[in-house]
Nanobody, 124 residues
Framework: QVQLVESGGGSVQAGGSLRLSCAASGRSFTSSTMGWFRQAPGKEREFVAAKSLMTYYAESVKGRFTISRDNAKNTVYLQMNSLKPEDTANYYC????????????????????WGQGTQVTVSS
């Protein structure tokens, strides 16, 4: 049974930083695509970043967020710097058991498993 558990969310002032972690278990993730999405109240879930053979970012977070992975620990991270109030959302980790290209990394429907989410609140 694949499980993804996010942690690291919290409240921070604008301009601050947070690092989210997603611990994966249940299979080998060495050749898996790992993604981060977010969802604010009343809005659709949106792509943030993904790490496959290549790395992808949403335009809104480029230059501020960095996705990384530690395959030995089956963990993916999202380092978030220069946070803005509009980054406030519940952040979800997701995985697909294969590499995906740019056409698919952005789509929630690409991913097979999801975590429960961790809340990030950025105040102005």
């Amino acid at each position: 049974q694949v499980q993804l558990v996010e942690s690291g969310g919290g409240s921070v002032q604008a301009g601050g930083s947070l690092r989210l972690s997603c611990a994966a278990s249940g299979r080998s993730f060495t050749s898996s695509t790992m993604g981060w999405f977010r969802q604010a109240p009343g809005k659709e879930r949106e792509f943030v970043a993904a790490k496959s053979l290549m790395t992808y970012y949403a335009e809104s977070v480029k230059g501020r967020f960095t996705i990384s992975r530690d395959n030995a620990k089956n963990t993916v991270y999202l380092q978030m710097n220069s946070l803005k109030p509009e980054d406030t959302a519940n952040y979800y980790c997701a995985t697909k058991g294969s590499w995906v290209g740019s056409n698919y990394a952005y789509l929630p429907s690409t991913y097979d498993y999801w975590g429960q989410g961790t809340q990030v609140t950025v105040s102005s």
